[in-house]
């Protein structure tokens, strides 16, 4: 077992850096960065410039591309958001609506409702930890003074996070599933998995996460590409176009604001470092 790294200062982790081959030129404004923007952080940025051999950084890096790269990578996650907000209160939209008018209102919590997959002890004791955590919101508050606390699905999801209701998705009878599913012309099995992937998506842009050079623990269904890249950016932006409700807002907002992004940063960036092809804007129109 390795000895666990000590603490270094500002100035320790730049001559680090400049040791291992990074131009730097503007120590300053490094040293500024550095002071922002955690090293472990940053330098996870860096993994596609270095020589494995040696250690060091190969001949062109430079402190002001790996910035460059982290800037591009913080905007394409706020980006990318945006559309997973779309997709998110669509399907809480769709999947409360369906099982409110089979079930009733208050149907999701009657396990008979579900598949037999669905633990309802544990999807209730989220549910009530969710409704504690947020007991100072006005629409948790309303329903806990006026309604003894029972909240109608379409209520309730508004407290669900994607991993929530992908699972909630997922928990509901096949031929349930399948209605879903068809709103977004997609098959029921391969919405799980997308669902799944999506949820991936949505945690590396909410906590900061890293998208450029990333490879995401699933490997969606029914994409065709090799297997080394189905785990790659390019593939879940794939899914994020066949998930995605709303043509007209997907060709007129959020790839304009993509296409855009990838212009200003052209010459920073390497689309082989998140698997995407040359023609990407064409294949991504709806």
Request: glycine share 4%; with cysteine.
């Amino acid at each position: 077992m390795s000895e666990v790294k000590k603490a270094t200062t500002y100035e320790e982790q730049m001559a680090l850096l400049k040791s291992r081959g990074l131009r730097i030129t503007d120590e300053e404004a490094c040293l500024r960065k550095l002071s922002l923007i955690n090293y472990y952080r940053l330098t996870a940025y860096l993994i596609p410039f270095k020589d494995d051999a040696t250690g060091n950084y190969v001949q062109g890096a430079s402190f002001d591309k790996i910035y460059s790269i982290y800037e591009f990578d913080r905007k394409l996650r706020n980006t990318i958001f945006g559309a997973l907000e779309v997709i998110e209160i669509s399907l809480r939209t769709r999947v409360s609506y369906f099982h409110a008018h089979k079930y009733g209102s208050l149907g999701y919590l009657n396990d008979i409702n579900f598949n037999s997959d669905h633990d309802g002890t544990d999807f209730k004791r989220k549910i009530y930890t969710e409704i504690k955590r947020n007991k100072e919101n006005p629409f948790v508050k309303h329903h806990l003074n006026n309604y003894g606390g029972n909240f109608p699905i379409w209520v309730i999801v508004e407290l669900f996070s994607f991993g929530m209701l992908s699972r909630l998705y997922s928990d509901l009878k096949t031929g349930d599933q399948k209605r879903i599913a068809a709103e977004y012309d997609v098959n029921y099995k391969v919405f799980r998995s997308w669902l799944k992937c999506l949820t991936d998506l949505r945690n590396v842009c909410a906590h900061y996460g890293r998208l450029h050079n990333n490879t995401f623990p699933a490997s969606p269904a029914n994409i065709k590409l090799p297997e080394d890249e189905k785990r790659k950016l390019w593939s879940y932006l794939t899914i994020l176009k066949l998930v995605y409700p709303d043509s007209d807002k997907w060709n007129g907002e959020f790839l304009p604001a993509l296409k855009n992004l990838f212009a200003e940063y052209k010459d920073y960036i390497n689309l082989y470092h998140m698997a995407f092809p040359e023609d990407w804007s064409e294949q991504l129109q709806k």
